[in-house]
């Protein structure tokens, strides 16, 4: 029972990990309507330059390691911002009112340009920060064996729940979110209601940005290292997830992915770890078919 109860903790780190994805990516796909997998590229570009600029602060400008990686955290979110408004102004306004096979293919080519840019920036090179706040913290125990968890995933699990908290209550009560409905729901309709269509995209960008930097960051920080192809594995997974839970709602979106973490760190805990995502987009495509069945059989009731 113990046994279960750990991979169940270990579920919640990388849960709250893709909750974070999940939730800004249905920011910007609940108005574009439109495949983005730029989402996982920036998740991972933001935590390898937080990584970069820890590193650079640490051996070149001679700070200490907390200061680094302090440095290293603004100046990823700096980047998430300036990489959300290009996306925002100079590739999903103009592409918005045209063929979803074109968002597709210009967000492919921004993800493998931020993946290059990662791996150049590195010299090729995968940097590492040392272990932080690795201290294993017992929340139960039997004369066998520890349930424990580390310092750093009990303060990510912490942060990414009053990030989501905070969120979806903004979400749910402030002017912002009844006007992202809205625009998601009609935006010709919103914008003849005096909305103003553009502005309230542009901020579920930025915001989808943050959450992207914020996901980076935390993994960047507990892994030590985030790879450079790892941008197109988080980003489609968080794609099949949201898929499955649909684009109204970012706070369920949250809910469904960090369920999906949990599925995953269960799979890892009792069977073969290499055929974890098979199986897990498996059942994905066997939930969106099935899905789609019972919408197709309700329309013709």
């Given at each position: 029972?113990?046994?279960?109860?750990?991979?169940?903790?270990?579920?919640?780190?990388?849960?709250?990990?893709?909750?974070?994805?999940?939730?800004?990516?249905?920011?910007?796909?609940g108005?574009?309507?439109?495949?983005?997998l730029?989402?996982?590229?920036?998740?991972?570009?933001?935590?390898?330059?937080?990584?970069?600029?820890?590193?650079?602060?640490?051996?070149?400008?001679?700070?200490?390691?907390?200061?680094?990686?302090?440095?290293?955290?603004?100046?990823?979110?700096?980047?998430?911002?300036?990489?959300?408004?290009?996306?925002?102004?100079?590739?999903?306004?103009?592409?918005?009112?045209?063929?979803?096979?074109?968002?597709?293919?210009?967000?492919?080519?921004v993800?493998?340009?931020?993946?290059?840019?990662?791996?150049?920036?590195?010299?090729?090179h995968?940097?590492?920060?040392?272990?932080?706040?690795?201290?294993?913290?017992?929340?139960?125990?039997?004369?066998?064996?520890?349930?424990?968890?580390?310092?750093?995933?009990l303060?990510?699990?912490?942060?990414?729940?009053a990030?989501?908290?905070?969120?979806?209550?903004?979400?749910?009560?402030?002017?912002?979110?009844?006007?992202?409905?809205?625009?998601?729901?009609?935006?010709?309709?919103?914008?003849?209601?005096?909305?103003?269509?553009?502005?309230?995209?542009?901020?579920?960008?930025?915001?989808?940005?943050?959450f992207?930097?914020?996901?980076?960051?935390?993994?960047?920080?507990y892994?030590?290292?985030?790879?450079?192809?790892?941008?197109?594995?988080?980003?489609?997974?968080?794609?099949?997830?949201?898929?499955?839970?649909?684009?109204?709602?970012?706070?369920?979106?949250?809910?469904?992915?960090?369920?999906?973490?949990m599925a995953?760190?269960?799979?890892?805990?009792?069977?073969?770890?290499?055929?974890?995502?098979?199986?897990?987009?498996?059942?994905?495509?066997?939930?969106?078919?099935?899905?789609?069945?019972?919408r197709?059989i309700?329309?013709?009731a």
């Amino acid at each position: 029972m113990l046994y279960f109860f750990q991979q169940a903790l270990n579920g919640l780190h990388s849960g709250a990990l893709y909750a974070l994805l999940a939730f800004g990516y249905v920011l910007t796909n609940g108005i574009l309507h439109r495949t983005n997998l730029a989402h996982g590229a920036l998740f991972a570009f933001c935590g390898q330059t937080m990584i970069l600029t820890a590193a650079f602060g640490y051996q070149v400008l001679w700070l200490t390691l907390l200061a680094a990686v302090a440095l290293g955290v603004v100046t990823a979110f700096l980047y998430a911002a300036l990489v959300s408004h290009v996306l925002s102004r100079n590739v999903f306004e103009p592409l918005a009112q045209r063929t979803p096979n074109a968002v597709v293919v210009t967000t492919l080519g921004v993800l493998l340009f931020l993946s290059e840019a990662s791996r150049i920036a590195a010299d090729t090179h995968d940097l590492w920060l040392p272990p932080m706040l690795a201290q294993p913290i017992v929340l139960a125990r039997d004369a066998t064996f520890k349930a424990t968890l580390t310092l750093i995933q009990l303060l990510d699990c912490a942060v990414a729940l009053a990030a989501l908290g905070l969120a979806s209550w903004a979400f749910a009560r402030s002017s912002f979110g009844r006007r992202w409905r809205a625009v998601s729901d009609d935006p010709k309709a919103a914008a003849m209601c005096g909305i103003d269509v553009r502005a309230v995209f542009r901020q579920a960008v930025l915001s989808s940005g943050v959450f992207a930097a914020l996901g980076g960051i935390m993994a960047g920080l507990y892994y030590g290292n985030v790879s450079f192809d790892s941008g197109l594995v988080y980003g489609l997974k968080i794609l099949f997830v949201t898929a499955v839970g649909g684009y109204l709602s970012p706070p369920r979106a949250a809910l469904g992915a960090a369920a999906f973490g949990m599925a995953e760190s269960l799979w890892a805990g009792y069977f073969p770890v290499e055929w974890r995502d098979a199986w897990i987009y498996v059942f994905l495509v066997a939930t969106l078919v099935l899905a789609g069945a019972n919408r197709e059989i309700d329309k013709v009731a």
